[in-house]
């Protein structure tokens, strides 16, 4: 079989965080065809990578890095992801998966002993491997590749790298990793002997306005403890504390448009969690204390549905989140209908015995999932189209579980609004919050629709526990995080009013976030909760409140 | 009415689970009773149900050696459901009603803090087996967790030297209570020692159960673009979840900036999809993948316990640092009562000093004679894909403990009991 460096199986032995990167590259690469043949490694270099010391290591990681041999970079690659092998001293092996191995020593395949121990790298080996493999990488065929080595090679300060950041720049067309190139080369050249060229680097690096340089730049521009500069040039400082400037000032943007996105991400989670709690509590008026544990029954439904997708699914693993979604609404939303008959109907009219009720059913509820489950967490994973994110404005990263959560959670209320001014259920829900006396005078099956009522809030707290799945913990004890947020959004957008949850629970998350870099978590919260206490104090029906007389 | 009536018993049977008053004692003579006082319910109960189990498979197993003294052990078996104050009443109960001749349990230092009074005042006997803050030496505390000197210290030293990336910079995150605020000043204190100034080190607070870190993996993404960054995290449990998850997504790998914890352990990452966090790194003095024959036997009791218990996940139960220490108390104290031929307190406090025990953790480890805290070796171990620990990282042998850390100001004077 041949092997070359980049053929799509040994590509699936890339870590985990890089999958996406590695589906991308699968996707490039033609498959087959590698221009050097590989031979087999110097057996000395092969014995000091078996070597249990990391000096050894680390010489024989820096040879393979020098090496021009495809099986060289193959090894590294190798080594870096867990599955370089080794058997005895002499032999290492590349685990091809299959119980099969490629004995690096002789470059053929054959069946991986069963004494064959993985050698591990820890992270001074994890760097220098990178560091190794930035010159091979640099010409791989795959764009992505080619540029995760050049913006790797961004913050190195080692001259070596120079010679072959001008090949490599003379060889690439794609221009954004030229762009990611000269940002590479311009670091080094400010070590240059060439005042010109040092002050050119410089207003290259203020270009890219990356934080990562502004250290850098500092050093240059300002005088060290005592008086002197690093930088004797005085054009080349101002110009340095010219591109501080400009790094500045752009970072100085990207944390407010950090802030503002982080604080519409927590809104959205609040959001989602209230949003069930503002049509039982805030249209049924039902303070539900169980409403915390229906969030914590959609996220376990998550947790089950990805364990029947990894039995009997495997190939469909990327998906599960999309069938939990109606599983866990189903499931949340007996559960909620359940309790409405035999528990919550009884207790219309009494807030204070069904405060009681409810605290006691999340008792019981959390107590049955931690009996059923255990009490530890369970791991949910998440999909890979929800891992990893991306960076925008040079600094600020957007994660993807986070922006599908924030789209998710429109999506809901979408859904609600749709549900309640929109179909017959709604309009009877709503008949019932202004005047339950006349709606039944009318012919509304009010103890019906009580019912679908709740179940429909509960079945939304299912959806919003699968998105939390997948932001944080879950365990018998996830409702008890969040039940204080929700009613704390409901009370202070208006009960009885949809609009005022949604602006609630992005106005609390977007003031929240601004006030936490300034203060610290534990502040911040502490604030969020007086802000709240003095809202309430001034206008008690909270922000939005149904007007009219019907409001009893 | 019959909803009424089911309504009621409903009632009934939570108003005895909420007050934890569920002890699983049964009658019988010449026995001798053992304590155990951990939340089995409320946020606690995910760290604590397992000291119970490992707690109870280890009375079994001494029982089925012959008991001690030619007595067998009866477990008393309380749940203070991560209730600080309700800690101090269950442990009244078990010394005072049950009469239990010694009580294993607490997790937090709050826990611990708040039945302390109990035990000094009815001359109880407690076991605590978790890693803490120190600052603390009881005559009727034994404790077989790490004292800061065993853990948090020797993990900042290797993050300083050159195989664990040289760190020029510190992040000291935490959750807002007493062990990581303690902590923290203790290794501020040691890292301007080592000449890192007040300006390279940040610490920063979060409540407890906060999940949302988006604000913090920015700031730490902010503060590593000024060198070498590494990051020392005391958050709590399972908070570390959504704070891993954060910083997986955000791109920050162990790579570019380091993250060592000290309350991660497999037990905390078995609730977690640990392909991101390859490559961090937690410290402990015991870790499931040390290789020996004592630890080997070990796990292999504890999976034959679980699975013939039936405990929930028994097909993938892991053993971690308290748990071993859990394990290695109840041995030491069995061999004290031995030495000393009683139960009595006071002897049995005066036998445990110099005891030693054959621990998983891979040395023969002591009992110091005076301070009664172990000797511990320290390891430290990355992240694995599969949630286990590789070994990066170990002292030569035991390590004894300094509960009174040099490098709190007025500590000099303060060394014995």
Same mark, same amino acid.
């Given at each position: 079989?041949?092997?070359?460096?980049?053929?799509?199986?040994?590509?699936?032995?890339?870590?985990?965080?890089?999958?996406?990167?590695?589906?991308?590259?699968?996707?490039?690469?033609?498959?087959?065809?590698?221009?050097?043949?590989?031979?087999?490694?110097?057996?000395?270099?092969?014995?000091?990578?078996?070597?249990?010391?990391?000096?050894?290591?680390?010489?024989?990681?820096?040879?393979?890095?020098?090496?021009?041999?495809?099986?060289?970079?193959?090894?590294?690659?190798?080594?870096?992801?867990?599955?370089?092998?080794?058997?005895?001293?002499?032999?290492?092996?590349?685990?091809?998966?299959?119980?099969?191995?490629?004995?690096?020593?002789?470059?053929?395949?054959?069946?991986?002993?069963?004494?064959?121990?993985?050698?591990?790298?820890?992270?001074?080996?994890?760097?220098?491997?990178?560091?190794?493999?930035?010159?091979?990488?640099?010409?791989?065929?795959?764009?992505?590749?080619?540029?995760?080595?050049?913006?790797?090679?961004?913050?190195?300060?080692?001259?070596?790298?120079?010679?072959?950041?001008?090949?490599?720049?003379?060889?690439?067309?794609?221009?954004?990793?030229?762009?990611?190139?000269?940002?590479?080369?311009?670091?080094?050249?400010?070590?240059?002997?060439?005042?010109?060229?040092?002050?050119?680097?410089?207003?290259?690096?203020?270009?890219?306005?990356?934080?990562?340089?502004?250290?850098?730049?500092?050093?240059?521009?300002?005088?060290?403890?005592?008086?002197?500069?690093?930088?004797?040039?005085?054009?080349?400082?101002?110009?340095?504390?010219?591109?501080?400037?400009?790094?500045?000032?752009?970072?100085?943007?990207?944390?407010?448009?950090?802030?503002?996105?982080?604080?519409?991400?927590?809104?959205?989670?609040?959001?989602?969690?209230?949003?069930?709690?503002?049509?039982?509590?805030?249209?049924?008026?039902?303070?539900?204390?169980?409403?915390?544990?229906?969030?914590?029954?959609?996220?376990?439904?998550?947790?089950?549905?990805?364990?029947?997708?990894?039995?009997?699914?495997?190939?469909?693993?990327?998906?599960?989140?999309?069938?939990?979604?109606?599983?866990?609404?189903?499931?949340?939303?007996?559960?909620?209908?359940?309790?409405?008959?035999?528990?919550?109907?009884?207790?219309?009219?009494?807030?204070?015995?069904?405060?009681?009720?409810?605290?006691?059913?999340?008792?019981?509820?959390?107590?049955?999932?931690?009996?059923?489950?255990?009490?530890?967490?369970?791991?949910?994973?998440?999909?890979?189209?929800?891992?990893?994110?991306?960076?925008?404005?040079?600094?600020?990263?957007?994660?993807?579980?986070?922006?599908?959560?924030?789209?998710?959670?429109?999506?809901?209320?979408?859904?609600?609004?749709?549900?309640?001014?929109?179909?017959?259920?709604?309009?009877?829900?709503?008949?019932?919050?202004?005047?339950?006396?006349?709606?039944?005078?009318?012919?509304?099956?009010?103890?019906?629709?009580?019912?679908?009522?709740?179940?429909?809030?509960?079945?939304?707290?299912?959806?919003?526990?699968?998105?939390?799945?997948?932001?944080?913990?879950?365990?018998?004890?996830?409702?008890?995080?969040?039940?204080?947020?929700?009613?704390?959004?409901?009370?202070?957008?208006?009960?009885?009013?949809?609009?005022?949850?949604?602006?609630?629970?992005?106005?609390?998350?977007?003031?929240?976030?601004?006030?936490?870099?300034?203060?610290?978590?534990?502040?911040?919260?502490?604030?969020?909760?007086?802000?709240?206490?003095?809202?309430?104090?001034?206008?008690?029906?909270?922000?939005?409140?149904?007007?009219?007389?019907?409001?009893? | 009415?019959?909803?009424?009536?089911?309504?009621?018993?409903?009632?009934?049977?939570?108003?005895?689970?909420?007050?934890?008053?569920?002890?699983?004692?049964?009658?019988?003579?010449?026995?001798?009773?053992?304590?155990?006082?951990?939340?089995?319910?409320?946020?606690?109960?995910?760290?604590?149900?397992?000291?119970?189990?490992?707690?109870?498979?280890?009375?079994?197993?001494?029982?089925?050696?012959?008991?001690?003294?030619?007595?067998?052990?009866?477990?008393?078996?309380?749940?203070?459901?991560?209730?600080?104050?309700?800690?101090?009443?269950?442990?009244?109960?078990?010394?005072?009603?049950?009469?239990?001749?010694?009580?294993?349990?607490?997790?937090?230092?709050?826990?611990?803090?708040?039945?302390?009074?109990?035990?000094?005042?009815?001359?109880?006997?407690?076991?605590?087996?978790?890693?803490?803050?120190?600052?603390?030496?009881?005559?009727?505390?034994?404790?077989?967790?790490?004292?800061?000197?065993?853990?948090?210290?020797?993990?900042?030293?290797?993050?300083?030297?050159?195989?664990?990336?040289?760190?020029?910079?510190?992040?000291?995150?935490?959750?807002?209570?007493?062990?990581?605020?303690?902590?923290?000043?203790?290794?501020?204190?040691?890292?301007?020692?080592?000449?890192?100034?007040?300006?390279?080190?940040?610490?920063?607070?979060?409540?407890?159960?906060?999940?949302?870190?988006?604000?913090?993996?920015?700031?730490?993404?902010?503060?590593?673009?000024?060198?070498?960054?590494?990051?020392?995290?005391?958050?709590?449990?399972?908070?570390?979840?959504?704070?891993? #998850?954060? &910083?997986? !997504? +955000?791109?920050?790998?162990? %790579?570019?900036? @380091?993250?060592? /914890?000290?309350? $991660? *352990?497999?037990?905390?990452?078995?609730?977690?999809?640990?392909?991101?966090?390859?490559?961090?790194?937690?410290?402990?003095?015991?870790?499931?993948?040390?290789?020996?024959?004592?630890?080997?036997?070990?796990?292999?009791?504890?999976?034959?316990?679980?699975?013939? #218990?039936? &405990?929930? !996940? +028994?097909?993938?139960?892991? %053993?971690?640092? @308290?748990?071993? /220490?859990?394990? $290695? *108390?109840?041995?030491?104290?069995?061999?004290?009562?031995?030495?000393?031929?009683?139960?009595?307190?006071?002897?049995?406090?005066?036998?445990?000093?110099?005891?030693?025990?054959?621990?998983?953790?891979?040395?023969?480890?002591?009992?110091?004679?005076?301070?009664?805290?172990?000797?511990?070796?320290?390891?430290?171990?990355?992240?694995?894909?599969?949630?286990?620990?590789?070994? $990066?990282?170990?002292?030569?042998?035991?390590?004894?403990?300094?509960?009174?850390?040099?490098?709190?100001?007025?500590?000099?004077?303060?060394?014995?009991?």
């Amino acid at each position: 079989m041949p092997t070359s460096a980049h053929s799509p199986l040994f590509l699936l032995y890339v870590p985990f965080r890089a999958f996406i990167f590695a589906l991308v590259v699968m996707w490039m690469t033609p498959g087959a065809a590698q221009a050097a043949p590989a031979e087999p490694l110097d057996p000395a270099i092969i014995a000091r990578l078996a070597d249990s010391r990391t000096e050894a290591k680390l010489a024989a990681i820096a040879a393979l890095g020098q090496s021009a041999n495809p099986l060289a970079s193959q090894t590294l690659e190798a080594l870096l992801a867990g599955v370089l092998n080794v058997v005895a001293p002499d032999t290492v092996l590349i685990d091809t998966g299959a119980g099969r191995g490629l004995n690096v020593a002789s470059h053929t395949e054959q069946i991986m002993p069963p004494e064959a121990q993985p050698i591990m790298v820890n992270n001074r080996l994890r760097r220098a491997i990178q560091s190794a493999l930035a010159g091979s990488r640099l010409f791989s065929e795959s764009v992505a590749t080619r540029l995760a080595a050049a913006r790797g090679l961004q913050n190195s300060t080692d001259l070596e790298h120079l010679p072959l950041l001008e090949k490599a720049l003379k060889n690439e067309a794609q221009a954004d990793v030229r762009r990611a190139l000269e940002v590479a080369e311009a670091n080094l050249a400010l070590q240059s002997p060439d005042a010109d060229v040092r002050r050119d680097a410089a207003v290259r690096l203020g270009q890219t306005r990356s934080a990562a340089f502004r250290s850098t730049l500092v050093r240059i521009a300002e005088p060290r403890p005592d008086g002197t500069y690093a930088e004797t040039d005085e054009s080349v400082r101002a110009a340095a504390a010219s591109a501080v400037r400009m790094i500045e000032n752009h970072q100085q943007i990207v944390a407010l448009t950090g802030h503002l996105y982080f604080g519409l991400s927590l809104g959205s989670v609040l959001l989602l969690a209230a949003l069930g709690l503002a049509i039982t509590f805030g249209l049924m008026g039902v303070i539900n204390m169980a409403h915390g544990e229906l969030l914590m029954i959609g996220a376990y439904t998550t947790w089950l549905t990805q364990t029947l997708f990894r039995q009997w699914f495997p190939e469909w693993m990327n998906w599960y989140v999309v069938a939990a979604l109606p599983a866990a609404f189903l499931i949340t939303a007996c559960v909620g209908m359940v309790l409405e008959r035999t528990v919550i109907r009884w207790l219309y009219g009494r807030p204070l015995e069904t405060l009681l009720a409810t605290w006691g059913i999340s008792l019981i509820l959390m107590q049955t999932v931690r009996t059923l489950f255990g009490a530890q967490n369970v791991e949910v994973s998440n999909p890979v189209w929800m891992s990893g994110g991306f960076t925008v404005l040079g600094g600020l990263v957007l994660t993807y579980n986070r922006l599908i959560i924030i789209v998710f959670s429109l999506f809901v209320v979408a859904l609600v609004w749709v549900l309640l001014n929109r179909t017959r259920l709604g309009l009877f829900i709503r008949a019932i919050t202004q005047n339950r006396r006349m709606a039944d005078c009318v012919g509304v099956p009010t103890g019906r629709v009580d019912m679908l009522a709740f179940g429909l809030g509960s079945g939304i707290a299912g959806l919003a526990g699968v998105a939390l799945s997948q932001l944080g913990n879950v365990g018998p004890d996830l409702g008890r995080a969040y039940i204080v947020d929700s009613f704390m959004v409901v009370v202070l957008g208006g009960v009885g009013q949809l609009a005022g949850t949604v602006i609630a629970a992005f106005g609390l998350g977007t003031i929240n976030k601004f006030i936490e870099p300034y203060s610290g978590a534990v502040l911040a919260k502490i604030m969020i909760l007086v802000l709240i206490v003095l809202v309430v104090q001034r206008r008690p029906q909270g922000l939005f409140a149904p007007r009219g007389r019907s409001v009893e | 009415m019959k909803r009424r009536l089911v309504l009621k018993q409903m009632t009934a049977a939570s108003v005895l689970a909420l007050s934890g008053w569920m002890p699983l004692a049964y009658s019988a003579q010449d026995t001798i009773k053992v304590g155990i006082l951990h939340s089995l319910s409320g946020t606690m109960a995910i760290s604590e149900t397992s000291l119970k189990d490992v707690a109870l498979m280890t009375i079994d197993e001494i029982n089925a050696s012959g008991g001690v003294n030619g007595k067998m052990l009866e477990a008393v078996v309380v749940d203070p459901a991560s209730d600080w104050p309700m800690f101090a009443e269950r442990a009244r109960h078990l010394l005072a009603q049950e009469k239990v001749a010694v009580v294993f349990g607490c997790w937090t230092s709050v826990s611990r803090k708040s039945v302390l009074p109990v035990f000094k005042e009815l001359n109880g006997l407690l076991f605590y087996p978790v890693q803490y803050e120190g600052e603390e030496l009881e005559r009727n505390v034994f404790y077989t967790g790490a004292a800061p000197n065993q853990q948090a210290i020797p993990a900042v030293e290797y993050l300083l030297s050159e195989d664990g990336g040289a760190a020029k910079r510190f992040v000291l995150l935490g959750t807002d209570y007493v062990y990581p605020r303690t902590t923290n000043k203790i290794l501020r204190a040691f890292l301007n020692s080592k000449g890192i100034p007040d300006t390279d080190i940040d610490e920063v607070y979060t409540p407890f159960g906060h999940s949302d870190y988006q604000t913090i993996v920015a700031n730490i993404k902010r503060f590593s673009a000024g060198g070498r960054t590494a990051v020392v995290s005391t958050i709590n449990g399972d908070s570390n979840v959504p704070f891993y #998850k954060e &910083l997986g !997504n +955000a791109g920050l790998s162990a %790579t570019d900036v @380091p993250v060592v /914890a000290f309350s $991660v *352990g497999e037990e905390e990452l078995r609730g977690v999809d640990a392909k991101p966090l390859v490559g961090h790194l937690a410290a402990w003095n015991y870790f499931q993948s040390i290789k020996n024959p004592v630890n080997a036997a070990f796990i292999e009791k504890w999976k034959a316990y679980a699975k013939a #218990k039936n &405990l929930p !996940n +028994a097909a993938t139960v892991v %053993t971690n640092d @308290p748990m071993e /220490a859990t394990y $290695v *108390g109840m041995h030491m104290w069995k061999q004290a009562v031995e030495q000393a031929k009683t139960t009595d307190v006071d002897k049995v406090i005066e036998a445990m000093g110099g005891q030693t025990f054959a621990a998983p953790d891979g040395f023969t480890i002591q009992m110091d004679a005076t301070n009664h805290h172990l000797h511990k070796p320290v390891y430290i171990g990355e992240i694995q894909a599969d949630g286990q620990f590789n070994v $990066v990282w170990k002292t030569d042998g035991p390590v004894r403990a300094q509960p009174w850390s040099p490098y709190i100001a007025g500590n000099e004077s303060k060394q014995g009991l």
